[in-house]
């Protein structure tokens, strides 16, 4: 969802306008369908009626014509679709067919409305797309009203497209093949029932109204001078110094006006977040440059409009999810991912807007030379750090310690200099939890510099003065959240190497164990079923099930009675098979077929990334 999306030509068409015509698909064919069908039987009764007609002696030669003359004109459908009080008769001779026929005219009617609706979803969520663009008030309202539209849209296409793959499960099978498949129906309305519970209970369902981030609250006793110096510049922007400060080890400062939790706390008002890495790498100017910029995201009001319009963008993608997942309303949900990347458009547009405007502010509190090169530095600082994590972290070497911190201090002078040059790194952008920002360059340009003549110039690191030194116990302080980071990183890497290991080696096998322990199940008939890392093995087998030769996994249900299904095949061997009757083997706090589920998954994703790392590592 929040990937940027290709908005080339071919890439648009492809990605994002084609799949939005799937949504039409369902409701579509079933208009043609159930129209089809009722014409057919509509023919069908026709020439049998009229049989009957030629036929009937007690018929006078006048009563015939006129009855024929009617039955050419007037058809079955109409007929029992007329709220006449006349057609009564007429409507009670066709009894047998009256729930068919019923049936046909509320499908073609369910499908017509879906199909209007969805047209004029399109054209009501376009117009506000193009709307939005004109300001910032116009792309909260047009957003807040293409979100009621879209949602009643949404609600609407999933219960009625529910409702006509429900009847085309039957009447396709019933019609063309003069027979119907109970399971197909039941499989249809299961479904069309589940994308419709998500939906609806995305619809009610309330999200979480705070952010939630670790750091340092920082109290004006622990810092004065830093306090003194954001108030001044508050000042002189014209507003209020912020509520809140933190500090942390995040590699981004930001500013917020949603409600806050740190630790167990929750805290409102105004916060600014204060990098105490990137204190370190920026001198006391460079800093400030970077601080006022985040004070001119208040008094532009842009914290305010993000308060505005993050429950809305929040709820959108919480109803994208829902749709994503529920199976039927997979097509309605490439229809509203369309509208959401249009929207992206015009809300990136705004946001590099709003960057532009704080980045002058930044400079002209300070300088733009300030401005530039706490740009350069901030954006090469982000880029390292997450150069020096992605690559421990893709290590399948089992250290004791990642010393990311270390690393990062250590190697981050080198790099600067070294990656200015870079193409690469003049079009990258900073991480920022609220915001995208827009390319380095395109930054600097806006500060009146030639991009490239800035990059090629040289960078003072380390600094000599920050306003780092000026926090009391920011070592410290920075120092306890590293480890706490540190320990998190190294935790995730262990479990990782639990997944990628196939294993080779007592140590590999070791670690592996440490996460997929052995795990016993048995029934009431004392029969045992053994699950590790490798295999699974039940006490009456000859012999165990190797994960490596399993070739496929099903699930069986026969008279009540549910089954695993195991295919195998041992080199040399006929393929095999083995149940396991999974809803009787029982253990303490685990479920058989989710164990057995996990731990065939980490067999799978082993062998995955080894061909994976194969591949790449092949010539």
Not at 67 to 72: C, D, G, L, S, T
Not at 191 to 202: D, E, P, Q, S, T
Not at 557 to 565: A, D, F, I, M, T
Request: aromatic fraction near 14%.
């Amino acid at each position: 969802m929040t990937a940027k999306p290709n908005f080339s030509k071919v890439g648009f068409i492809k990605s994002y306008l084609l799949p939005v015509f799937i949504t039409f698909l369902i409701p579509g064919f079933a208009l043609w369908f159930f129209d089809y069908v009722e014409a057919y039987y509509d023919a069908h009764i026709r020439e049998s009626v009229l049989s009957q007609i030629r036929g009937d002696q007690r018929l006078t030669d006048t009563q015939r014509r006129n009855a024929v003359k009617f039955y050419e004109s007037v058809s079955v459908s109409e007929i029992l679709a007329s709220s006449n009080p006349e057609a009564k008769p007429l409507q009670d001779n066709l009894e047998n067919v009256r729930t068919r026929y019923a049936v046909f005219r509320w499908m073609k009617r369910i499908a017509f409305i879906c199909l209007v609706t969805g047209g004029a979803a399109f054209v009501a969520a376009g117009i506000g797309v193009l709307i939005s663009f004109w300001s910032r008030n116009a792309q909260y309202w047009r957003l807040r009203l293409a979100w009621t539209v879209l949602r009643l849209f949404a609600l609407i296409e999933v219960l009625g497209q529910g409702a006509l793959a429900v009847a085309l499960s039957f009447w396709i099978t019933a019609f063309w093949m003069e027979q119907y498949y109970p399971k197909l129906i039941v499989i249809a309305a299961i479904l069309a029932l589940c994308a419709a519970v998500l939906l609806i209970a995305a619809i009610f369902r309330k999200l979480q109204s705070y952010t939630e981030f670790s750091g340092r609250l920082l109290k004006w006793d622990a810092a004065p001078s830093l306090w003194q110096r954001l108030s001044q510049m508050a000042e002189r922007l014209g507003i209020a110094p912020p509520d809140n400060i933190f500090v942390g080890i995040d590699d981004n400062f930001f500013v917020t006006e949603h409600s806050v939790k740190v630790g167990e706390e929750i805290f409102t008002g105004r916060t600014l977040f204060v990098s105490l890495s990137l204190l370190k790498t920026l001198s006391r100017s460079e800093a400030e440059a970077v601080l006022a910029h985040e004070l001119a995201h208040f008094s532009g009001e842009d914290t305010i409009y993000s308060k505005r319009i993050s429950p809305l963008l929040g709820k959108y993608v919480h109803y994208l999810e829902a749709l994503y997942k529920g199976g039927l309303s997979r097509p309605v949900f490439q229809f509203m991912f369309f509208f959401w990347n249009l929207f992206q458009l015009s809300l990136n547009r705004l946001r590099r807007q709003r960057e532009f405007r704080a980045d002058q502010v930044g400079s002209e509190l300070t300088s733009p030379r300030d401005a530039a090169q706490a740009l350069i530095k901030v954006t090469a600082y982000c880029r390292y750090r997450q150069k020096v994590q992605t690559g421990l972290f893709e290590k399948d070497e089992n250290v004791q310690t990642m010393d990311v911190s270390e690393r990062i201090e250590k190697g981050f002078p080198e790099f600067m200099n070294s990656c200015v040059h870079s193409t690469e790194f003049a079009e990258a952008d900073t991480p920022h939890p609220f915001d995208s920002h827009p390319p380095l360059a395109r930054r600097l340009e806006n500060l009146g510099f030639d991009a490239q003549s800035v990059l090629q110039s040289p960078v003072t690191l380390p600094v000599t003065d920050s306003w780092f030194s000026a926090i009391e116990g920011a070592e410290a302080i920075e120092a306890e959240q590293w480890k706490a980071f540190e320990e998190s990183f190294h935790k995730a890497h262990q479990q990782t190497l639990a997944w990628r290991y196939k294993p080779e080696g007592e140590t590999e096998i070791s670690h592996v164990t440490k996460y997929f322990p052995e795990l016993q199940f048995s029934n009431n008939k004392g029969i045992t079923a053994t699950l590790d890392y490798e295999k699974l093995r039940l006490s009456d087998w000859g012999a165990p099930v190797l994960f490596s030769t399993i070739t496929r996994c099903r699930l069986q249900e026969s008279l009540g009675r549910h089954k695993l299904v195991i295919e195998y095949a041992i080199e040399g061997q006929k393929k095999q098979n083995r149940k396991v009757s999974f809803k009787e083997f029982k253990r303490e706090g685990a479920n058989f077929l989710q164990a057995f589920q996990t731990y065939y998954s980490r067999h799978l994703t082993a062998k995955q990334y080894h061909a994976q790392k194969g591949s790449s590592a092949a010539p």
